[in-house]
């Protein structure tokens, strides 16, 4: 589960427990830019496999902003990045 941060609580999402309790979950998009980030900037492999698994689900059952995720991969300047892994999809 990915908890959302303060700048972007327009892209997140409630999700409510059986117990009645509420979630609070980052979009896909997010997450997929904290992936990226940490795969260019921490160099972390397996973040940059899991930006590639969340950036192929868009082909499985979730729909991506694909807009959205090329605005947020300028800002972070992780743009290149994100489109190399986009291309080889």
Same mark, same amino acid.
């Given at each position: 589960?990915? +908890?959302? #941060? @303060? /700048? ?7 999700? *409510? !427990?059986?117990? #009645?309790? /509420?979630? %609070? ?12 980030? @940490? %795969? ?7 973040? #940059? *496999?899991? @930006?590639?698994?969340? !950036? ?5 059952? !979730?729909?991506?902003?694909?807009? %959205? !995720? ?6 972070? /300047?992780?743009?290149? +990045? ?8």
């Amino acid at each position: 589960m990915e +908890c959302p #941060g @303060a /700048n972007y609580s327009n892209r997140v999402f409630s999700i *409510e !427990l059986k117990n #009645g309790d /509420n979630v %609070y979950v980052s979009s896909i998009e997010d997450m997929i830019i904290d992936r990226l980030c @940490a %795969y260019v900037f921490r160099n972390s492999p397996s973040d #940059g *496999e899991w @930006a590639k698994v969340m !950036l192929a689900s868009d082909t499985i059952d !979730l729909t991506i902003d694909w807009e %959205y !995720l090329e605005k947020r991969a300028i800002e972070e /300047n992780v743009a290149e +990045c994100f489109t190399q892994m986009k291309n080889s999809l």
